[in-house]
């Protein structure tokens, strides 16, 4: 499974991004999902992920500004990103997979291309 994540750019600190992720209905109707990020230097890491039955995990360094959802109407996860920091600055990924261990360990074989988030202070 690849998905393609988009929506990224460059903000000022506190402002607001919204990324979008898009996959094959196929692909949100059996699996969770999962935000990811990695910045220079450091491992890849969980930002957000929502089961296939809606429970949501963030973690502790985004919870109350960042925001995972999704439309499966249109095949669509998204992350609301406010109050942004400099230390979210990353290429932001997303990924799916039926097992929720994976999804908590990003312990993926295969990525797709991230979007750059940068925010300048």
């Known amino acids: 499974v690849q998905l393609q994540a988009s929506g990224g750019g460059l903000v000022q600190l506190g402002g607001s991004l919204r990324l979008s992720c898009v996959g094959s209905g196929s692909i949100f109707g059996m699996n969770h999902m999962g935000w990811y990020r990695q910045a220079p230097g450091k491992q890849r890491e969980l930002v957000a992920g929502?089961?296939?039955?809606?429970?949501?995990e963030y973690r502790d360094s985004v919870k109350g500004r960042f925001t995972i959802s999704k439309d499966s109407a249109k095949n669509t996860v998204y992350l609301q990103m406010n109050s942004l920091k400099p230390e979210d600055t990353a290429v932001y990924y997303c990924?799916?997979?039926?097992?929720?261990?994976?999804?908590?360990?990003?312990?993926?074989?295969?990525w797709g291309q991230g979007t750059q988030v940068t925010v300048s202070s």
């Open positions: 929502v089961t296939s039955g809606g429970f949501i």
């Open positions: 990924n799916a997979d039926r097992r929720w261990p994976v999804i908590r360990r990003a312990d993926f074989g295969r």
